[in-house]
Antibody, heavy 117, light 112 residues
């Protein structure tokens, strides 16, 4: 069965960077785009960008341009999302999600990133 | 970017009663050549990832109870829960994937 397993919670200081991983299993990793979506406390869902695991192509939401980098390692079927220049308003749960046949059918369990001095 | 709006912001429904949530997109998400609406609905519960309920505006995801249904076309869409159960208490989001970036509505909180 399809599974996306994310790395554990992180606590970071303002200005630092965080790198969240998303390990895929149960399907061909290079066959589907992976998206990153976040939800800040009390807020809605915010799309951050996608990566094509087949060729590493990426597309980032404008508000994260210059701060986010999405990469992948096909040898271990894992995608990564790195966010730099962290601010307190980056405190959120970050999700990876697999796109297929309309919508995001599979999601990781989420990774809480807390930014606090 | 396509802006998604939802109404109401929240609603309270008695157990066994119908819940109806509306979603509107700032431009059509109907792709003419396929006649498909690029619109999905998700259920979000605290501490859990979003769960896809409906895609292509009306296709029910595998395993989703048939009390959940989606309808609409173009710019106006509806999610209906025909007989609300206690486990349906959640926030519901619509999402368009017609035009990048994919955008979500602000969410509708459903309570008993």
């Amino acid at each position: 069965q399809v599974q996306l397993v994310q790395s554990g919670a992180e606590v970071k200081k303002p200005g630092a960077s965080v790198k969240v991983s998303c390990k895929a299993s149960g399907y061909t990793f290079t066959g589907y785009y992976l998206h990153w979506v976040r939800q800040a406390p009390g807020q809605g869902l915010e799309w951050m960008g996608w990566i094509n695991p087949n060729n590493g192509a990426t597309n980032y939401a404008q508000q994260f341009q210059g701060r986010v980098t999405m990469t992948r390692d096909t040898s271990i079927s894992t995608a990564y999302m790195e966010l730099s220049g962290l601010r307190s308003d980056d405190t959120a749960v970050y999700y990876c999600a697999r796109e297929s046949n309309g919508g995001f059918h599979f999601w990781g369990q989420g990774t809480l990133v807390t930014v606090s001095s | 970017d396509i802006v998604m709006t939802q109404s109401p912001d929240s609603l309270a429904v008695s157990l066994g009663e119908r819940a109806t949530i509306h979603c509107k997109s700032s431009q059509s998400v109907l792709y003419g050549s396929s006649n498909k609406n690029y619109l999905a609905w998700y259920q979000k519960k605290p501490g859990q990832p979003p769960k896809l309920l409906i895609y292509w505006a009306s296709a029910r995801e595998s395993g989703v109870p048939d009390r959940f249904s989606g309808s609409g076309s173009g710019t106006d869409f509806t999610l209906t829960i025909s007989s609300l159960q206690a486990e349906d208490v959640a926030v519901y989001y619509c999402q368009q994937y017609y035009s990048p970036p994919p955008t979500f509505g602000p969410g509708t909180k459903v309570d008993i």
